[in-house]
Nanobody, 115 residues
């Protein structure tokens, strides 16, 4: 059973940066397009960034130019570098497969952007 473990969240001021990590219990990123999702209170979970097995990335418009998704297949880890953070980025962030069925969701990591 694959387990996803997100980390790296925290409280940051507007304009600040955070780097999120998602580690998996097995080496499976090389065969799965992966994504970072986020869910703010009262909102649906949304997909904000994806990366294919060949390294092609895609972002939702609201984070383009600010967020960067990457993977380290040797460490079975996917990252989300978040720069120029805004209060509206506040949410719990999760990683999972980008398409189709999903692995069991991890606990996520809380990102709070506030002064």
């Amino acid at each position: 059973q694959v387990q996803l473990m997100e980390s790296g969240g925290g409280l940051v001021q507007p304009g600040g940066s955070l780097r999120l990590s998602c580690a998996a219990s097995g080496s499976f990123f090389s065969v799965n397009a992966m994504g970072w999702y986020r869910q703010a209170p009262g909102n649906e979970r949304e997909l904000v960034a994806t990366i294919t097995t060949t390294g092609i990335t895609n972002y939702v418009d609201s984070v383009k130019g600010r967020f960067t998704i990457s993977t380290d297949n040797t460490k079975s880890t996917v990252y989300l570098q978040m720069n120029t953070l805004k209060p509206e980025d506040t949410a719990v962030y999760y990683c999972n497969r980008a398409n189709g069925w999903k692995y069991p969701w991890g606990q996520g990591t809380q990102v709070t952007v506030s002064s």
